[in-house]
């Protein structure tokens, strides 16, 4: 979405080109094969851990962190793996979208007219705040040490970034539809 928004605002003559059926089938499929590698890997980690007492989870998913709770063995290596995997799956794309969004930001600051302006940000402003707290949700559970935070505070940020902002998505991106803004306006403001 990042390189979609920056082709559009910063390349708009080679929109087409940039932004091919070729060149959004690989920029997918990239996501999908890096994430299924990933799940694979801490899995296959995960499996060879001894497990003692309960056996029950305490989260509303299997989440690594509430398994790493309930490990006999010594984590400290996986959670040096986890760190490093959340610098390669979190870290670095947030800073590619975010040099995505610096580039755009000068581009936008180029345009002379407000109204030119204004609709460059409208179209960037959405996806950026999802980002924002979608990747700060994510820093502070995986890449902060297991004992950082409570089970119930742990269950409380996995809520936010599975659920929530999912939620969210679609009451965020119509926001910049002006019949749901004019329609949202009239029932809070109707007496």
């Known amino acids: 979405m990042a390189y979609d928004r920056f082709a559009a605002i910063c390349k708009p003559l080679h929109y087409p080109l940039l932004m091919n059926k070729r060149n959004c089938t690989l920029l997918a499929a990239s996501s999908w094969i890096t994430g299924i590698v990933d799940t694979i890997a801490l899995v296959d980690v995960i499996s060879h851990f001894s497990f003692c007492g309960s056996n029950e989870i305490n989260h509303f998913f299997c989440d690594p962190n509430a398994l790493l709770k309930l490990s006999c063995s010594d984590i400290k290596n996986f959670e040096i793996l986890s760190l490093s995997e959340g610098v390669f799956m979190a870290v670095i794309p947030f800073l590619l979208t975010l040099l995505s969004y610096i580039f755009i930001i000068v581009a936008i600051l180029k345009i002379h007219t407000s109204e030119g302006r204004k609709k460059a940000y409208s179209t960037c402003s959405s996806h950026l705040t999802i980002v924002l707290i979608f990747y700060g949700t994510l820093t502070v559970v995986y890449m902060s040490p297991s004992s950082m935070f409570t089970p119930e505070q742990d269950k ?31 029932l809070i403001f109707r007496k």
């Open 156 to 186: 409380m940020f996995a809520l936010l970034y599975t659920v929530i902002i999912p939620m969210l998505n679609p009451l965020i991106y119509s926001m910049r539809n002006k019949e749901v803004k004019n329609a949202l306006r009239k």
